[in-house]
Nanobody, 124 residues
Framework: QVQLVESGGGLVQAGGSLRLACAPSGRTFSNNPMGWFRQAPGKEREFVAAISWSGALTDYADSVKGRFTISRDNAKNTMYLQMNSLKPEDTAVYYC?????????????????WGKGTLVTVSS
């Protein structure tokens, strides 16, 4: 069974940093575009960042540009999201995502696999 497993969430003060990791199981995703989404309480799930299979191409939501960095290590079959200068509005459940085919993930409609999420809470 294919699973995407997130880790690294937790409680952090505003201005702090966290690094999330996504480690798939059941198959390798080294040839798949992947990304991160988040869902805050009472809000819809939103796109955060995307990365191509090679890691050469990335894309970010405007709200996180300059603060978050997406990366991957295909040798370890793991994707990361480095989150710096965290703000209370970054509080959400963060989900790992993967798609089939080529091209960056642009929206939830293109996602084929989802993780169960990891909670990030940023206190003010």
């Amino acid at each position: 069974q294919v699973q995407l497993v997130e880790s690294g969430g937790g409680l952090v003060q505003a201005g702090g940093s966290l690094r999330l990791a996504c480690a798939p199981s059941g198959r390798t995703f080294s040839n798949n575009p992947m990304g991160w989404f988040r869902q805050a309480p009472g809000k819809e799930r939103e796109f955060v960042a995307a990365i191509s299979w090679s890691g050469a191409l990335t894309d970010y939501a405007d709200s996180v540009k300059g603060r978050f960095t997406i990366s991957r290590d295909n040798a370890k079959n793991t994707m990361y999201l480095q989150m710096n200068s965290l703000k209370p509005e970054d509080t959400a459940v963060y989900y790992c995502a993967a798609k089939l085919g080529t091209g960056l993930i642009k929206s939830a409609m293109g996602v084929r696999y989802w993780g169960k999420g990891t909670l990030v809470t940023v206190s003010s």
